[in-house]
């Protein structure tokens, strides 16, 4: 019912409007989503005053929850821009934007970016709403190249959408939502320095680049353009045989050391890799090349896609005729609460996960005071009804059963308002996966449960740079109104629950990302003889020990039976075996909490040329989440890649 209460209001806020405000949102890049990633909303604002104002995202997230984010913003006259980054876990259609003023409260103006009656077959048309495991591309750029590139990509049937470099998220999770990021001849000039410092911290973390480069030089101060696997020199003509046009615009590129050339069409584009991610250079400016059946374009995307993101083949669109019988015992896939979200691998994670935590059920509360107020009010109720039909029948009424009726009943309320003078008992359990490579930190993905022994309010300290969402919707047999409204607040920095109110035996998770490069905590050397025995040194670089320590290569795993203690470098001579790598007292599909990243990594070390080390950190410091209470369960874990040598 509560469910269906939001749904109603979301429609309703956006009709309650000031005169002088005004305000206009649009979804994700260029009107497309992936499910279950962090998405970019644009709000368009204009106030006749200059004043405090709170935007406020509210839509339902996956099936049981509804979820507020609001980032206080100032309006002005003159219309401005904001970026929302928003976890889109369910329909966009059930998603509002409201602004309200900070001093009274008042709700100013509304829009729903997705709003079915705006739909014309010549208009607005639907926000494209793919699924986790989908192919998202993204482009940005000089927009009439990019405009170009986009209708290049929808004849390869890839999904894209454009975006302005005004537009480009300045956190590195805004580029969740995306596979790939095009950047068609981009003046780097525009692209502030928070924009190119996420760009590159999302390809450490796994993103992929496509780089065009326009005519002018590159900015020497741009760290985008210090990343890239080749020097841009001069500009060019490349002519093209039997095509339209005959020649492109083009620049010189000089690989750098660890560039790999790739061949797309009839030029020499150079790729490296860059963390989990890679960087593409493509010489030639493409947007004017034309395709004249689909699988060219195909073909043209994979070349240069290559090592980034699958291209497939053009589906083609057959009819199967079946029986009835057939269809009653074809399977319709996974069941509503394990397709929302980030997919079913990272859901089935984060649930065996809050399961070791306790926090995947409801937990049976020790209610012995209420079972009191019932007996009592039984007894208050028999003691009369005893009395009466005693004297009915001429016997003495039983007066105590009634005085016992009372005194049960007064018992149970001292019971009750003296538990209520004590402070509830908290729990508070985490977990922490921490990916490195090349020697930098570069993604830390955490997962905490909450629980009270009564109800109670409580004020989260969580870490503001980090980006949080509920990770209820992986639990299982809650109710469906168990988990409604979180609000979270939300800056350029990261997103995070403030408040928070706990219910007795209703846990209540949150799963929390950040993207921010660091230090590593360890370092290795290793190398693998022919008699198959890896050999090297493992050195941990942070102040606590190193637990449980497991490699993966190639060739075969292999656990260490040793410690590595604090600042330490330990040498090793191990045989491999085809044992998986399964973390102690942890679920075996743990590393799944990032299925992308665990992807890529799993295809570095299929190439022979890179090992992952993963270990456990059972004395680090618990990431805080409340100053009023103390987490008393604390995981962390480290994967590590190295390179590898033969």
Not at 259 to 283: C, D, K, S
Request: charged share 15%.
């Amino acid at each position: 019912m509560r469910t269906a209460i939001l749904i109603a209001t979301l429609w309703i806020l956006p009709l309650t409007t000031s005169a002088q405000t005004t305000l206009k949102a649009t979804f994700g890049w260029g009107n497309s989503v992936r499910r279950g990633c962090w998405t970019p909303i644009f709000v368009t604002l204009a106030d006749q005053q200059t004043r405090s104002i709170i935007l406020h995202i509210h839509g339902l997230y996956g099936v049981d929850t509804a979820l507020e984010i609001h980032q206080r913003v100032v309006a002005e006259p003159q219309p401005k821009n904001f970026c929302v980054l928003y976890p889109v876990n369910s329909d966009p259609s059930k998603i509002a934007v409201t602004a309200t003023d900070e001093q009274t409260g008042q709700t100013l103006a509304g829009d729903i970016p997705q709003n079915p009656s705006d739909f014309s077959p010549a208009g607005h048309v639907p926000i494209v709403n793919l699924a986790p495991e989908d192919t998202l591309v993204g482009i940005s750029g000089d927009i009439t190249e990019a405009l170009k590139i986009h209708e290049q990509l929808s004849d390869a049937n890839l999904h894209n959408g454009v975006l302005t470099t005004l537009e480009l998220p300045a956190n590195a999770v805004g580029y969740e939502g995306i596979n790939a990021l095009i950047l068609a001849a981009p003046n780097l000039h525009d692209l502030d320095d928070a924009q190119q410092k996420s760009i590159v911290a999302w390809i450490a973390a796994g993103g992929n680049l496509l780089f065009i480069p326009d005519t002018d030089d590159l900015p020497a101060d741009s760290q985008l353009a210090n990343d890239l696997p080749c020097d841009v020199g001069g500009n060019q003509l490349i002519s093209l045989p039997t095509t339209d046009p005959s020649t492109l615009n083009a620049r010189s590129l000089t690989p750098h050391a660890d560039a790999q050339a790739i061949q797309v069409r009839e030029w020499t584009a150079y790729t490296a890799r860059r963390g989990l991610g890679r960087i593409t250079v493509l010489p030639a400016d493409i947007s004017p090349l034309h395709f004249l059946q689909a699988p060219d374009a195909v073909t043209f995307w994979r070349s240069a896609f290559a090592e980034m993101i699958s291209v497939p083949d053009i589906p083609v669109i057959t009819a199967m005729d079946i029986t009835n019988q057939q269809e009653d015992i074809m399977r319709s896939g996974p069941t509503i609460r394990d397709s929302i979200g980030r997919g079913s691998r990272e859901t089935f994670a984060i649930r065996n996960l809050l399961d070791t935590q306790g926090a995947a059920h409801p937990i049976p509360s020790n209610d012995w005071h209420g079972t009191l107020l019932m007996l009592a009010g039984v007894c208050l109720l028999l003691g009369p009804l005893d009395s009466i039909l005693l004297m009915r029948l001429g016997q003495p009424p039983r007066h105590w059963l009634t005085v016992a009726g009372r005194l049960g009943l007064v018992s149970s309320h001292a019971a009750d308002w003296a538990s209520s003078l004590g402070s509830a008992n908290i729990q508070i359990h985490a977990f922490r996966l921490i990916d490195q490579i090349d020697n930098n930190t570069i993604a830390a993905t955490d997962v905490i449960s909450l629980e009270s022994s009564r109800a109670t309010s409580m004020s989260l300290s969580l870490d503001s740079d980090e980006f949080w969402e509920p990770a209820n919707q992986a639990s299982q047999n809650f109710s469906p109104d168990d988990f409604v409204d979180d609000s979270e607040h939300e800056d350029q920095h990261g997103c995070r629950p403030e408040t928070l109110e706990l219910t007795p035996g209703l846990p209540k998770s949150f799963r929390g990302q950040s993207l921010i490069p660091g230090p590593a905590n360890l370092s290795a050397n290793l190398s693998l003889r022919a008699d198959g025995h890896l050999i090297g040194k493992i050195t941990n670089n942070s102040p606590t020990p190193l637990t449980d320590v497991q490699i993966a290569t190639s060739s075969g795993n292999c656990r260490l039976s040793q410690s590595i203690p604090p600042s330490a470098e330990i040498e090793i001579d191990q045989s491999l075996s085809s044992d998986a790598i399964a973390p102690a007292s942890l679920p075996a599909d743990i590393l799944n909490i990032t299925p992308y990243r665990t992807d890529r990594i799993t295809a570095l070390i299929a190439s022979g040329d890179f090992a992952s080390i993963v270990c456990q950190c059972p004395q680090a410091p618990a990431i805080r989440v409340a100053d009023v209470a103390q987490v008393q369960s604390n995981n962390e874990l480290v994967r590590a890649v190295v390179p590898i040598s033969k």
